[in-house]
């Protein structure tokens, strides 16, 4: 099901980028990168299952297929997105930092953190997102080649940041599976079942091993991280539509409304019917 996959506006495919000023952001995902920083305010932003705090100059990095979202926290927050697509940072192969760098990370093999707080490179990398806001802005000529500077500037501090800290275990970059072939099956097809041995043969894994890879790489199980793309997706339905509960469950993979009921209020800290009320 693509219920939650957006077509994001880029005005020139030729130079695929757009930056956005807004509030808060829906819950979705799509094929192109996210950058999300808070200019002004106070913040909720979710990266998959993960919901962080974050306030100004702090910066969320969203690679492609990730759901995420931002839910303001304080009036007159400003958000700043910037959607990229990999074209701005692939080069065919014509040299190792595609290979290195990129093809792990895009093809989600190398996990990095997604939000970057307080430490090593913050102000480097605000004043590198300070730069690429202004020559979006302004248009001179070379923009395009001042954008793409700061971004490479950008994904090089968080690299090397990183790599540096790799043998620390909450900060760990986690190469050696790729699992990215089930995570992008269960963000399209969350309503569907799918049982763990169909799973472990999707990336040629036992159902054993799988289960330990799995909850290494996302903190979650396989049931877990299925029933967060559930609950998310039953959340926005249950806020722009008026279908009853009962359809919603449903709609989103449970065959008891009762069992929906009890996964939903472990996710949210309400029910469903408290959800729909609470807008």
Same mark, same amino acid.
């Given at each position: 099901?693509?219920?939650?996959?957006?077509?994001?506006?880029?005005?020139?495919?030729?130079?695929?980028i757009?930056?956005?000023?807004?509030?808060?952001i829906?819950?979705?995902?799509?094929?192109?990168?996210?950058?999300?920083?808070?200019?002004?305010?106070?913040?909720?932003?979710?990266?998959?299952?993960?919901?962080?705090?974050m306030?100004?100059?702090?910066?969320?990095?969203?690679?492609?297929?990730q759901?995420?979202?931002?839910?303001?926290?304080?009036?007159?927050?400003?958000?700043?997105?910037?959607?990229?697509?990999e074209?701005?940072?692939?080069?065919s192969?014509?040299?190792?930092?595609?290979?290195?760098?990129?093809?792990?990370?895009?093809?989600?093999?190398?996990?990095?953190?997604?939000?970057?707080?307080?430490?090593?490179?913050?102000?480097?990398?605000?004043?590198?997102?300070?730069?690429?806001?202004?020559?979006?802005?302004?248009?001179?000529?070379?923009?395009?080649?001042?954008?793409?500077?700061?971004?490479?500037?950008? %994904? $090089?501090? /968080? &690299?090397? #940041?990183?790599?540096? !800290?790799?043998?620390?275990?909450?900060?760990?970059?986690?190469?050696?599976?790729?699992?990215?072939?089930l995570?992008n099956?269960?963000?399209?097809?969350y309503?569907?079942e799918?049982?763990?041995?169909?799973?472990?043969?999707?990336?040629?894994?036992?159902?054993?091993?799988?289960?330990?890879?799995?909850?290494?790489?996302?903190?979650?199980?396989?049931?877990?991280?299925t029933?967060?793309?559930?609950?998310?997706?039953?959340?926005?339905?249950?806020?722009?539509?008026?279908?009853?509960?009962?359809?919603?469950a449903?709609?989103?993979?449970f065959?008891?409304?009762?069992? %929906? $009921?009890? /996964? &939903?209020? #472990?996710?949210?800290? !309400?029910?469903?019917?408290?959800?729909?009320?609470?807008?």
């Open positions: 099901m693509l219920a939650l996959k957006e077509t994001t506006f880029i005005p020139d495919q030729s130079f695929p757009h930056i956005f000023h807004t509030g808060e829906p819950v979705h995902w799509h094929d192109h990168m996210e950058w999300i920083m808070i200019k002004k305010g106070q913040a909720r932003v979710q990266v998959d299952d993960v919901f962080v705090d306030k100004p100059s702090e910066l969320a990095m969203v690679n492609s297929k759901l995420h979202s931002a839910q303001v926290l304080e009036e007159d927050t400003e958000i700043i997105a910037i959607v990229f697509n074209a701005i940072i692939r080069n192969g014509l040299d190792n930092t595609d290979h290195q760098y990129f093809t792990p990370y895009l093809n989600h093999e190398l996990k990095l953190p997604n939000f970057l707080k307080d430490g090593q490179y913050t102000q480097e990398i605000n004043e590198s997102i300070s730069r690429i806001v202004s020559e979006y802005q302004q248009k001179e000529k070379g923009f395009e080649l001042m954008i793409k500077s700061e971004i490479y500037k950008i %994904f $090089g501090f /968080v &690299f090397r #940041r990183f790599y540096q !800290m790799e043998d620390q275990t909450h900060l760990s970059i986690r190469r050696n599976y790729n699992l990215s072939p995570l099956y269960l963000r399209m097809h309503d569907e799918m049982s763990l041995k169909e799973a472990a043969d999707m990336v040629n894994l036992t159902p054993n091993h799988l289960c330990k890879v799995f909850k290494k790489v996302t903190g979650k199980t396989l049931i877990e991280y029933h967060h793309l559930r609950i998310n997706e039953a959340e926005r339905l249950l806020i722009e539509r008026d279908d009853p509960i009962s359809e919603i449903e709609q989103v993979g065959g008891s409304i009762t069992y %929906f $009921g009890r /996964v &939903f209020k #472990r996710i949210k800290n !309400m029910s469903p019917s408290e959800r729909r009320n609470h807008l």
